[in-house]
């Protein structure tokens, strides 16, 4: 579906658009806000219709609402929600309409622009998912996944500068954080091919490939960026950049290049060889190129444990002693990572999964309790850290900490169905069969097929009626 302007709708549209416009001048946000949302239900894809329907939410929120009808407001929207990411895969266009009923009574509801932000991607809106970005950017600017999606979305319509600088500015702030790095990276990428051409990209006359004078650099940037890459132009590329490592021997980024390259031709002697070449020339600490080093020596570990013949006689022998050299060395790397960078809280969420992961759970907690200070980190730590009070037999605590995450938690995804779930299992523990089963219906209502959620309310049914 296609972004529309105002010239493209028929008369009666547009003189509908005016009506709304004077509404909002007049400040009848009510009025507006109803003009508007007619349109939209005709012509979703009209953006100016929909930006003009942000301010009179916005002024209309801002005016009318006491804390009693914000309270009543955020008290309706949950339901609202669970509707609008259940049509989500079946009628984006639908899911849009109920976001925007959510937005009509609470304009700043996080969980309504995400899902305004999903739907708008999924019917290729992306001047309307920017819009409700910017709100969530605004509200939780260090939200990583927030800005990621967010300078995604300002690329798709046409904004690369600022993409780029919205990436930049959460990459100096996170330097260890490798998907920022890489969004960062493929954001760069983009600009460079777009640089001097997106209006001929945009309407569809030019390509990537027409818009750069050198076309051999569009096919070589094209082919560096691709995500999976065919065993030829992995090889073609490791051939151009050894050539240009004779006459560049001390560029970083060629021997990284490089690394990554015969990492995923599985040659990783090779891959560490480079890595250790940037490690030896680089001045100071870099945690991400730490963490690369370790990923490349766990798969070698894992591609070693693939190559096992399950039906020698020594196999159990062997797997068990590359599980338990590969969960040695990660333990080890992390702690050493940790000591070299003590404030980096994603490795502290890393070091505290290694300890889960070996059942040391009193090393595990202390880990995932520092951790919960990175935002990005935050409710996957509270998560384990709840489990971890499960484990050790202190129920109450559990349940008190996954409650903690999934006030936090305000979209109904998978993540939200596992904390419910472990919040009512914990329940179950206790003894408290009633407030179990109020956690488990919650998932049940959405997802019958969630885990052994069916199998527990029919067993709580069942044992009623008996």
């Not at 989500?88 to 700043?108: F, V």
């Not at 999606?149 to 046409?158: E, I, M, V």
């Not at 151009?240 to 001390?250: F, G, H, N, S, V």
């Not at 070091?351 to 040391?360: E, I, P, T, V």
């Amino acid at each position: 579906m296609a972004e529309k302007s105002l010239n493209e709708l028929p008369r009666e549209l547009r003189m509908l658009f005016t009506k709304g416009s004077d509404a909002l001048r007049r400040e009848n946000f009510d009025y507006a806000v109803d003009l508007f949302n007619q349109i939209l239900a005709k012509e979703p894809g009209l953006y100016e219709c929909r930006k003009a329907l942000r301010l009179a939410q916005m002024r209309k929120t801002g005016s009318g609402g006491g804390f009693f009808k914000k309270m009543m407001s955020s008290a309706g929207s949950s339901p609202m929600l669970a509707k609008g990411h259940l049509a989500l895969r079946q009628d984006p266009a639908e899911a849009l309409r109920i976001a925007e009923q959510i937005l009509n009574g609470e304009a700043t509801n996080t969980g309504a622009h995400k899902l305004v932000v999903e739907a708008a991607t999924a019917l290729e809106l992306p001047r309307t998912a920017v819009m409700s970005l910017e709100i969530l950017a605004a509200h939780s600017p260090k939200d990583r996944e927030v800005a990621i999606k967010f300078a995604r979305a300002l690329a798709d319509s046409g904004e690369i500068g600022r993409a780029e600088k919205i990436l930049a500015d959460l990459c100096r702030s996170y330097p260890a954080d490798q998907e920022l790095g890489q969004a960062l990276k493929d954001l760069s990428a983009r600009k460079t091919l777009d640089e001097g051409g997106y209006d001929a990209l945009a309407d569809g006359s030019g390509s990537y490939r027409d818009i750069l004078k050198n076309k051999e650099e569009a096919v070589s940037l094209e082919q560096q960026n691709r995500q999976v890459k065919t065993e030829d132009v992995t090889e073609r590329l490791i051939g151009e950049y050894e050539a240009r490592l004779k006459t560049e021997p001390r560029n970083l980024k060629l021997l990284r290049q490089l690394a990554e390259l015969y990492r995923e031709k599985k040659q990783f002697d090779r891959s560490l060889s480079y890595y250790e070449q940037i490690k030896a020339s680089e001045v100071g600490g870099d945690a991400s190129l730490d963490r690369s080093i370790a990923d490349t020596v766990v798969r070698k570990f894992e591609h070693e444990i693939a190559q096992l013949d399950p039906t020698a006689p020594d196999h159990a022998d062997k797997l068990a002693r590359l599980e338990a050299e590969k969960q040695a060395y990660q333990l080890a790397e992390c702690q050493k990572r940790v000591e070299r960078f003590p404030t980096d809280l994603q490795i502290r969420f890393e070091l505290g999964q290694l300890f889960f992961q070996m059942g040391k759970t009193t090393e595990a907690m202390k880990e995932f309790q520092k951790a919960q200070g990175n935002p990005h980190r935050r409710i996957q730590a509270l998560s384990y850290l709840g489990q971890c009070f499960s484990r050790r037999g202190i129920n109450d605590l559990a349940a008190t900490t996954f409650q903690d995450a999934i006030k936090e938690k305000v979209v109904f995804d998978d993540e939200k169905k596992e904390l419910i779930y472990l919040l009512g299992c914990v329940f179950e523990k206790m003894g408290k069969r009633d407030e179990a089963i109020a956690q488990f219906k919650l998932i049940y209502a959405v997802d019958v097929g969630y885990k052994d959620v069916a199998d527990k309310m029919d067993a709580f049914y069942g044992g009623q009626s008996e």
